[in-house]
T-cell receptor, first 114, second 113 residues
Framework: AQSVAQPEDQVNVAEGNPLTVKCTYS??????LFWYVQYPNRGLQFLLK??????LVKGSYGFEAEFNKSQTSFHLKKPSALVSDSALYFC????????????FGTGTRLTVIP | NAGVTQTPKFRILKIGQSMTLQCTQD?????MYWYRQDPGMGLKLIYY???????DKGEVPNGYNVSRSTTEDFPLRLELAAPSQTSVYFC????????????FGQGTRLTVV
């Protein structure tokens, strides 16, 4: 079975500081990993994904994520947070083969404090 | 603007009523999905389609039906609404099964009373 854990419901960070939003996963076989962002009253927007290759994935809006197979983690990072980064962030995983659905975490609300 | 369009944005249904949530995309994506998002939870897949005429169940299909007569449209049907179906529904589309260039709609907030 596949699952995703986002251990922090809420992350607060000062503007200009680096931010990290944590994600760990469980999946049989090799994973596809995704990060999505959701702004109020909007659908999810794709940030980045890991399929294969370089463990460091760069995505939209200056975000990046590092795939760590030994720790089964895919933490989202940004070197310098902006107030406009405040939103709800979802990590998702799916197997490379088999069922087509993404398994989502419960989300982490990021608040960037001016 | 290209993307996924859902209608309506909000709806209140009485128990036992039926309705159809509309979803259309203009990116010529073969793959389309319906997810539901319950409060404090991640999204769960209801149904998906890999192309016109082909649909399949996701993780939580009970109480729903779908059809895919065209590439653009993927409506979700609730036949007998129940309070457990109160949720926010998201339609999505992608180029392939890897969710390449996946787009999500703005969501439909459904309340069943």
């Amino acid at each position: 079975a596949q699952s995703v854990a986002q251990p922090e419901d809420q992350v607060n960070v000062a503007e200009g500081n680096p931010l990290t939003v944590k994600c760990t996963y469980s999946v049989s076989g090799n994973p596809y990993l995704f990060w999505y962002v959701q702004y109020p009253n909007r659908g999810l927007q794709f940030l980045l994904k890991y399929i294969t290759g370089d463990n460091l994935v760069k995505g939209s809006y200056g975000f990046e994520a590092e795939f760590n197979k030994s720790q089964t983690s895919f933490h989202l990072k940004k070197p310098s947070a902006l107030v406009s980064d405040s939103a709800l962030y979802f990590c998702a995983v799916r197997r490379q083969t088999g069922a087509n659905n993404l398994f989502f975490g419960t989300g982490t609300r990021l608040t960037v404090i001016p | 603007n290209a993307g996924v369009t859902q209608t309506p944005k909000f709806r209140i249904l009485k128990i036992g009523q039926s309705m159809t949530l509309q979803c259309t995309q203009d990116m010529n994506h073969n793959y389309m999905y319906w997810y539901r998002q319950d409060p404090g939870m991640g999204l769960k897949l209801i149904y998906y389609s890999v192309g016109a005429g082909i649909t399949d169940k996701g993780e939580v299909p009970n109480g729903y039906n779908v059809s895919r007569s065209t590439t653009e449209d993927f409506p979700l049907r609730l036949e007998l609404a129940a309070p457990s179906q109160t949720s926010v529904y998201f339609c999505a589309s992608s180029m392939d099964r890897d969710y390449t260039e996946a787009f999500f709609g703005q969501g439909t907030r459904l309340t069943v009373v």
